[in-house]
């Protein structure tokens, strides 16, 4: 068999799933064969870990060398894992000069990157994968399969709750996540997940949405209001730091010091700013409500500063209700509790059919992160693709119809009217 050739753009925390991956468990039908970076640091770092992984080093380019790189190196995909603002550059270029894609999600940021990228794939022809790897969560597929066969009938509406907890979800106002320019705001880089999966499970795409947001507890006006009166800018260096609870210490997780903290020399990139500094222009608190092409209709929540993490969500259908509870181990990204990524600390599917008693489901248990999805859908990829009755695999459209619930969200939030999908894109 011919193994496949991959380059990746785009060497964060992120990254290391995918390289590491091909070259420890996918090396009979797989090849990293470069990396892309705007940071040698990062590059040379990835490039480690790929020798670790069992892999070989590989050529590195810089951002403004990504076309030099698909001429000389020829691959047959290019993996997109950089700054989410940056997604529609590679994906779209990538398929111009004849290679297939996987990006990570969300697929792109706004509506006019994402027309840009349908555009370009009826073009050019190419495959877009989307790598939505909850789809793939046992539990997950649990939940599509009770209603695709009918156990609760037609679904007429669904409550969603997400809960990120003060560590996980206080990450997202460290980084680069907290400019919406560079990720579209939490309702388009977090929720996509949970809007996609919300398609999924329903088989059926967003028509029209209506949201509410704000930013309640990070950022130093709410700080202030707490009566909180010592403030930094980043954790490193800072001894008024060291006394937050939000404190993070990249000296102390190795993998951060060196992704981070040894490279930011290059690009100036700070990964560990105060969560309570003037410069959050994204929500912490978020309420979405969506009507369905199918009719069913979808309450949402997403709160970044609970005491746990997980979700919980409900489905009434005409036959009944099915309850699924999710708790998740937190983690902060890239922070040395890689086996924590989206573990689970307890899940339970409960279906209450309208004229018989309650009963529970059984969910098959499986090794791995995100509940032991992230198994599946890299063999999925990277593997020998076997025949998926739950169609979980994730192309351009289902990218862009992920993030378009998220999209109209914010606009909503910006106007206070209502916002139809179909005004945002042509398919």
């Not at 894609?101 to 792109?108: A, R, S």
């Not at 309640?216 to 202030?224: D, I």
């Not at 289902?398 to 106007?415: C, E, F, P, Q, R």
């Amino acid at each position: 068999m011919k193994k496949k050739r991959y380059v990746q753009v785009g060497t964060g925390g992120r990254a290391r799933f995918f390289y590491q991956a091909v070259a420890k468990d996918y090396a009979e039908t797989s090849e990293i064969v470069a990396f892309c970076d705007v940071n040698q640091t990062r590059m040379d770092y990835a490039n480690e870990q790929l020798q670790v992984a069992g892999g070989k080093k590989v050529p590195t380019y810089k951002h403004y060398e990504f076309e030099k790189m698909i001429e000389e190196i020829k691959p047959d995909c290019v993996i997109v894992t950089s700054v989410d603002r940056t997604h529609d550059e590679y994906i779209i270029r990538a398929m111009e000069l004849g290679c297939d894609v996987i990006t990570e999600k969300p697929m792109t940021i706004d509506e006019k990157r994402a027309q840009a990228i349908i555009d370009a794939q009826k073009r050019t022809g190419k495959e877009v994968r989307v790598s939505f790897n909850y789809r793939y969560a046992p539990g997950n597929t649990k939940v599509r399969e009770l209603i695709m066969d009918g156990v609760i009938g037609d679904v007429f509406s669904v409550h969603f709750e997400w809960f990120l907890n003060t560590k996980h979800g206080a990450d997202y106002y460290r980084r680069w996540h907290r400019n919406k320019e560079n990720s579209g705001g939490l309702l388009v880089h977090k929720s996509t997940h949970h809007f996609d999966l919300v398609n999924f499970w329903l088989n059926s795409q967003p028509e029209t949405v209506f949201a509410m947001g704000s930013l309640n507890f990070y950022g130093r006006n709410n700080a202030e209001k707490r009566g909180v009166k010592d403030f930094y800018y980043r954790c490193h260096g800072s001894e008024i730091a060291k006394k937050d609870p939000f404190y993070l210490d990249m000296e102390a997780s190795p993998v951060q010091k060196a992704l981070y903290l040894d490279a930011e020399h290059e690009d100036g990139y700070i990964r560990d700013k105060s969560v309570f500094s003037e410069e959050i222009s994204i929500e912490d608190t978020m309420g979405v409500m969506v009507r369905y092409q199918n009719n069913a209709i979808l309450t949402y929540s997403l709160n970044t500063y609970i005491s746990k993490e997980g979700f919980r969500v409900v489905f009434n259908g005409s036959k009944g209700r099915l309850e699924y509870d999710v708790l998740e181990k937190p983690y902060v990204n890239a922070g040395g509790d890689k086996e924590n990524e989206g573990a689970l600390a307890y899940k339970k599917i409960t279906v209450f059919p309208m004229f018989a008693p309650s009963y529970e489901v059984e969910i098959e248990m499986a090794s791995g992160g995100h509940g032991g999805g992230d198994p599946i859908l890299l063999n999925d990829i990277f593997g020998v693709p076997v025949e998926d009755k739950f169609h979980r695999a994730a192309n351009h459209v289902d990218g862009a119809m992920s993030i378009l619930t998220g999209v109209a969200a914010n606009k909503s939030i910006a106007s206070g009217m209502p916002v139809r999908i179909d005004s945002l894109m042509k398919f």
